[in-house]
């Protein structure tokens, strides 16, 4: 079992690049390019640089004692929620645009759901002075508005995308046909471990940063450098590619990742692509996707922004197929009450795709002694609108004093 794909981009039957025939020339030039260019000492050290003086890296590995005694296990939580602009996505940014830059490209343009890519795109190009162009789906505009403005201020143009269900699949479709028309000056900064080859590689290598991280903060605390089991939320895959990429090949750890289930996975409203898709293409590269029996791509439903992709990465298709990972499907009502436990429990509001790795604890029968790493992929400021408007999801959790309104 490997994390690096085969020289074509094919992670098993999975991945590859099928693109229009006028980016055909942009993707084998990026193909040709990044590895000499990200592997260079130069490229290392500044991105390195950039990581640990400007986003804050390394993030936290916080033992969790009251959830830990909850679910009866050793619970640490990987705090990528405390990096710069408050998630995992600027590990990549960063590098994708140091990328662009050493390409010399001049125009960045980018897809977003959350907005959390948008917002580390958009502070990256601002630090860099590069021109930066954002497509959102008008449904996660309106739910995700002050993310949006955050892009604005950065100075970014954030086109709102009226096409489809107005969410993530629809903006990716928007970048990929900007993209189309600026060949020459555009890099297209992919936010996850999805789209052609080499994107899924880029984006898994770039947040391969929280897994080796992991390697040496388990060595610290508790004196080995593997834990039992590794939680993380998939969506395309970017945080979950990088919680496991130096992790795929031991077999000693245990891999669960946790997709939105939306109203169920029988509901017909749903974004669990591994629980729900079968092989097809979509954004330019083969593999899991909810599709109709003619291969028409179906609408991702879920009250995360983050996750409502109605395909999945290579990568994470090639190892739910094998069986190297378990994969969870989380429903909305869930993950509601999951991110106020742990916000009432540790004190810690995650971003409501985080929230679907908390609810796959009562998922997963634990050892009292297991080591338990769980992702915590961003900070829940940003669906703070969400989290008070479904509060009667949250059980016990969810009972405010109505004056405090």
């Known amino acids: ?47 390195s640089a950039l990581l640990k003086d400007y986003v804050g890296r390394p993030t936290p590995l916080y033992y969790a004692r009251r959830m830990s005694e909850k679910y009866g296990c050793r619970l640490y939580l990987k705090r990528e929620d405390l990096n710069h602009t408050g998630a995992h996505k600027i ?24 907005g ?77 471990t999805m789209g052609p080859h080499p994107y899924p590689d880029i984006v898994a290598k770039m947040q391969s940063i929280i897994s080796k991280e992991l390697k040496w903060q388990l060595m610290e605390k508790t004196g080995r450098d593997y834990p039992d089991c590794l939680i993380a ?36 409203y749903t974004a669990a692509t591994m ?47 094998s069986g190297r990972t378990k994969v969870l499907a989380v429903n909305d009502d869930e993950a509601i009450l999951a991110g106020y436990e742990l916000t009432r429990m540790e004190g810690i509001i995650p971003a409501i795709e985080s929230a679907h790795a908390i609810a796959a604890l009562k998922k997963i029968p634990f050892r009292k002694d297991e080591v338990v790493v769980l992702t915590v992929s961003g900070r829940g400021d940003k669906d703070l609108k969400t989290y008070l408007d479904h509060r009667d999801m949250a059980g016990e959790y969810g009972h405010f004093q109505t004056d405090a309104y």
């Open 275 to 321: 629980h729900c898709g079968t092989e097809g293409i979509i954004h330019g590269a083969r593999t899991l996707v909810m599709q109709t029996d003619d291969g028409q791509i179906k609408e991702a439903f879920t009250i995360s922004a983050g996750l409502d992709y109605p395909g999945i990465g290579p990568l994470h298709a090639q190892l739910a197929q």
């Open 91 to 114: 590990n990549n940014t960063i590098g994708q645009v140091l990328l662009a830059r050493k390409m010399g490209k001049t125009r960045i343009i980018a897809e977003t759901g959350a």
């Open 116 to 192: 959390q890519h948008g917002v580390a795109t958009a502070t990256v190009c601002a630090l860099m002075d590069m021109e930066c162009e954002i497509f959102m789906g008008k449904t996660d505009v309106e739910r995700q508005h002050t993310n949006v403005e955050r892009m604005r201020m950065l100075g970014a143009e954030v086109h709102p995308v009226t096409t489809g269900n107005m969410t993530l699949s629809d903006a990716t479709s928007e970048a990929i046909r900007d993209w189309c028309c600026h060949p020459q000056d555009t890099f297209y900064i992919v936010g996850s």
């Open 233 to 268: 939320c998939v969506g395309g895959g970017s945080n979950a590619a990088g919680t496991i990429y130096h992790y795929i090949a031991d077999e000693r750890v245990n891999i669960y990742l946790a997709e939105a289930g939306g109203h169920g996975v029988e509901s017909g």
């Open 1 to 47: 079992m490997t994390n690096n794909p085969d020289k074509n981009g094919f992670y098993g039957q999975f991945g590859g690049a099928y693109v229009p025939e006028i980016l055909y020339k942009c993707v084998t030039d990026l193909q040709e390019a990044y590895l000499p260019i990200i592997e260079s000492k130069l490229f290392q050290q500044e991105y």
